[in-house]
């Protein structure tokens, strides 16, 4: 799979500097993230762990661009998208970046093939072009043969993999993944898991990862902890 | 069109209410064609008079009588270019359920409104026959006569010398409308005859129509012609057509009001029912617009989807029920059997229709599209974890 814009081909994927995140709950203001500073490089399997409300989905969900830092900033192959207006944001994401989510988010609406086919309706891509690009993605994650059934004719594991062959098949350079094995059971989980390690390995996709589970985070090539909105310590895997 | 597919998707979400929602939106835009139909019918006269044309009447009201003498005064008058009188028969064909709307009047009437079609060939059969009727074409559909039948016509105003109050006419001809809207349920028969023939009121005629030359001098031309025959016994009104033919209309009612009144009644409410609908639908797809916001969708966008849902169900019901109704105003016809002196839908009426479905997709979707827009994606998610 192709992709018209690259990012830049810097060793470093993704920078976060001085990263603060503040959230508003009525009068009180929580200081999510505190003074983050990270850098991912390309091609690297990153877990992120802790205990929850450490930070671990905010990052995730700025370094995504779905949400906006207090201050600091994210350069994402050289390019700083905190700084992006909503709509560049919104079609930097839809370049560059791909999310799996804990509950799937399928469009129960719509079957496997469709669901897959969403993040290329924002492409100037011809329908011919769409569905091959479609059917690669579901053959990479194994689902050739249920691509016309909607989620709720899926087990949980088919409807994460249909959920990555969503977010790879714009072939973006980041996958982003919020406790992809979070919902499934240890059988579907590994299958998971060996998907995204392969995603990794075979097509050089970068892997952040948020998790829970020690088990799913010893997949990763590193494993960053994190404790009150900052990183805890780093240990290689 | 590439959306066409996401957009029906959710539109079928929910089947039972898209049902419900597509048929109320139905039944209301065919209530809105068909209900302009008969509107039409009532108004028609007023769409298709002329503003050359001026109409004088007895100045006590259109029932009383006016000497046949006047017309050579009236043609007098500076700027009146032609004549004609008719006058009210009053007749019914052998039921007085079936009443028509009879006039005997002269061959200039045919000049002073060319919107009526008229054959050369049935003009010079109708002047040979004494006897004879011109009958529109609405009115022989609806009984199924031919040229050539004898056609008996009772009054209940006019007796004739003989005594009886029916009148034999022989069907000379027909004629049509050479412009949409125009009345052909009509029967037009010779004054001369009548004038005979007819018990008492010779000489008098029910009003006269007459063209000038120039509609900015109506006005002035009223007041001359009811000056002339200001304190006699036979005093005049003279009015544009229009506002003659409005005059006759209110003695039904405002027609135009009541049709107004229904329709903004029910367009209110249908706004409510569909607005109701796209809130909900966009209310219980929070996630979903939320992922499809993270697959990188741009506000933008998911207006212009949620709008464009909005507008697909008012297209699908509303152009349904304007077009299920414009096929029964034009294939059915007339619901009165003839009753009505036209009954089409009016091209107006249909830009209005496709207008309101249009406004109706538009206001509906707004609301629901304003708040999907302002959806802020992490909350949405944290809400569903």
């Known amino acids: 799979m192709q992709q018209a814009t690259r990012l830049s081909d810097d060793a470093t994927l993704v920078r976060v500097a001085d990263l603060h995140k503040q959230f508003r709950r009525g009068a009180e203001t929580l200081d999510v993230l505190n003074g983050l500073t990270l850098d991912i490089p390309r091609g690297e399997f990153l877990a992120l762990m802790g205990p929850s409300g450490s930070g671990k989905t905010t990052l995730l969900n700025l370094l995504g661009g779905i949400d906006r830092p207090t201050s600091g900033s994210i350069h994402i192959g050289g390019q700083r998208i905190d700084t992006l207006s909503d ?43 769409r569905m091959t690009r479609v059917h690669a993605a579901l053959e990479l994650v194994g689902l050739s043969d249920r691509a016309k ?3 709720a004719e899926l087990s949980g594991g088919q409807e994460q993999r249909v959920g990555i062959a969503r977010a790879i098949v714009t072939d973006p350079d980041l996958l982003l993944c919020d406790e992809p094995t979070g919902d499934l059971d240890r059988k579907s989980g590994d299958q998971i898991l060996d998907l995204l390690q392969a995603m990794n390995r075979e097509q050089g996709k970068t892997v952040i990862m948020v998790t829970h589970d020690p088990h799913a985070a010893a997949r990763a090539s590193r494993i960053q902890h994190m ?6 310590d780093a240990s290689e895997a | 069109m590439k959306f066409l597919g996401l957009l029906w998707a959710n539109l079928r979400r929910r089947k039972t209410r898209l049902i419900v929602t597509l048929l109320s939106i139905l039944v209301a835009f065919f209530l809105y064609t068909y209900l302009s139909a008969v509107k039409t019918a009532f108004t028609s006269g007023l769409d298709i008079a002329g503003a050359d044309r ?14 046949v003498s006047y017309a050579q005064r009236i043609a007098n008058v500076e700027g009146v270019e032609q004549v004609v009188h008719a006058t009210w028969f009053g007749g019914y064909y052998q039921d007085p359920r079936n009443q028509l709307g009879v006039f005997p009047t002269t061959e200039a009437y045919f000049d002073i409104y060319p919107e009526i079609g008229i054959s050369d060939e049935h003009m010079q059969a109708w002047r040979r026959d004494r006897t004879g009727v011109l009958v529109g074409m609405a009115s022989m559909n609806r009984f199924g006569w031919k040229v050539g039948d004898k056609l008996p016509i009772t009054t209940s105003i006019w007796g004739n010398k003989n005594g009886s109050d029916t009148w034999e006419f022989t069907i000379a001809g027909t004629y049509d409308a050479a412009k949409e809207g125009v009345d052909t349920t009509a029967i037009i028969f010779h004054y001369d005859y009548f004038n005979e023939a007819r018990a008492f009121g010779q000489d008098m005629v029910g009003w006269y129509i007459l063209r000038i030359d120039n509609p900015d001098r109506a006005e002035e031309i009223s007041k001359e012609i009811d000056a002339l025959f200001a304190n006699s016994p036979y ?18 009612g405002n027609i135009g009001a009541i049709f107004i009144a229904v329709v903004g009644v029910v367009f209110f409410t249908l706004l409510l029912v569909a607005g109701n609908t796209m809130a909900q ?12 916001k993270a697959l990188g969708f741009s506000n933008p966008r998911i207006v212009t989807m949620l709008l464009a849902e909005s507008l697909l169900l008012a297209v699908l019901g509303g152009g349904a029920g304007l077009g299920l109704a414009w096929w029964m105003v034009t294939a059915g016809g007339d619901p009165t059997g003839g009753y009505l002196p036209a009954f089409f839908v009016a091209s107006g009426d249909l830009v209005a229709g496709i207008a309101m479905i249009l406004f109706l997709g538009l206001a509906a979707g707004l609301l629901p599209a304003w708040q999907a827009a302002r959806l802020n994606t992490v909350e949405a998610f944290r809400k569903v974890v």
Do not use: C
Not at chain 1, 227 to 232: S, Y
Not at chain 2, 54 to 67: A, D, E, F, N, Y
Not at chain 2, 281 to 292: D, G, K, N
């Open chain 1, 87 to 129: 709509s560049a944001l919104a079609r930097w994401r839809s370049r560059h970046v791909g999310f799996v989510f804990q509950l799937y988010h399928l469009l129960p609406v719509l079957n496997a093939e469709k669901n897959v086919e969403l993040p290329l309706l924002l492409t100037g891509l011809g329908r011919k072009e």
């Open chain 2, 235 to 252: 005093e005049t009104k003279t009015s544009p057509e229009k506002a003659f033919m409005q005059g006759f209309m209110s003695q039904i």
């Open chain 2, 54 to 67: 001026l109409v004088t009447i007895h100045k006590v009201s259109l029932i009383q009588l006016l000497p």
């Open chain 1, 149 to 151: 059934h909607k989620p």
């Open chain 1, 227 to 232: 404790n009150k909105g900052v990183l805890a």
């Open chain 2, 281 to 292: 639908s966009v209310r219980e797809r929070t996630p979903e617009i939320a992922v499809l």
